[in-house]
């Protein structure tokens, strides 16, 4: 699958759906209220980002990756928007290519940290 090829922080830990469930829905319908039809989820994976959550920090560490790693191209880039810090979109491949986006949510937890996505995407 796309998303396991994309590393997250080892300090980081993988949410179950039922983890934090309001702020991943939250997340997911703020992308797709932006995206109007323009992409579509088709898997996802949600993580909290417990040490002071960082936009910038996130999608640079996640660009690299999928820039040096899986030759990825940004596609779609958007900040400070209702429902999330930020978003990019990255498209792999060129004649059949795949989409990922990563996403952080704008809403912090009590304890500061921040729940953040990977979601495989298809272009409508």
Do not use: C
Request: without cysteine; aromatic residues 12%; glycine residues 10%.
């Amino acid at each position: 699958m796309l998303l396991d090829k994309i590393p997250h922080n080892a300090d980081d830990a993988v949410l179950s759906a039922d983890q934090h469930g309001e702020q991943q829905a939250a997340l997911e319908n703020a992308l797709t209220e932006l995206w109007e039809g323009q992409y579509r989820i088709v898997a996802k994976r949600f993580f909290l980002y417990k040490a002071r959550p960082q936009w910038v920090v996130l999608d640079s560490y996640t660009g690299n990756h999928i820039q040096d790693e899986l030759g990825g191209k940004r596609e779609f880039a958007k900040t400070g928007a209702a429902g999330f810090d930020g978003v990019s979109v990255w498209k792999i491949g060129l004649l059949s290519p795949q989409r990922v986006a990563v996403a952080m949510g704008y809403d912090r937890l009590p304890d500061g940290g921040a729940v953040y996505g990977y979601f495989e995407v298809e272009k409508e």
